[in-house]
């Protein structure tokens, strides 16, 4: 609901915001956990991302998947990266060519699945994050006014 009212696109009346409010789906985030199919180092990075994204509201348990898609696809960039800095492959255009369309996949794909879990700048700034309500301020004048 923050994220329709922020981007300003539908205009809801005030008993239908409160609708949505009330309707809104809200992820748990109370089981958190890494993927079996990472690697001891992906699922060090995983907790290390993972308690970051939750310190600013916007990990739940649904997104574990898609983090631990993320490194497994950093991993793979950073091999193709290597790859490429390879002397050898540097003789051979085809391999090279092959290697590099390759790696400039594994960077769309880090991107988009970055942008997805609101890592990047870009994606944080047109998130808007659930704030938790404040109970209203106890007037200390009141007493006075209501004799």
């Known amino acids: 609901m923050e994220l329709i009212e922020f981007k300003g696109k539908k205009h809801l009346t005030k008993a239908e915001k409160e609708i949505r409010k009330k309707t ?8 958190i956990c890494a993927p079996d199919y990472l690697t001891d180092e992906q699922k060090r990075e995983f907790d290390r ?11 739940s348990n649904l997104d574990c998947g898609t983090l631990g898609m993320y490194l497994r696809m950093l991993d793979r960039y950073k091999a193709l990266d290597e790859k490429l ?20 996949r ?12 609101g890592m990047t700048i870009d994606s944080r700034c047109k998130l808007v994050v659930p704030q938790k309500e ?3 301020r106890r007037n200390k004048f009141a007493v006075v006014e209501n004799g």
Request: glycine content about 6%; charged content about 30%; hydrophobic content about 40%.
């Open 106 to 117: 594994a960077i769309s794909q880090c991107q988009s699945l970055a942008k997805s879990l």
């Open 85 to 104: 800095n390879d002397p050898e492959l540097m003789d051979d255009i085809f391999a090279y060519e092959k290697t590099f369309k390759l790696w400039d």
């Open 49 to 59: 991302i993972a308690g970051e994204l939750k310190s600013i509201g916007i990990m």
């Open 24 to 31: 809104e789906v809200k992820a748990r985030a109370d089981g």
């Open 134 to 136: 404040e109970e209203p």
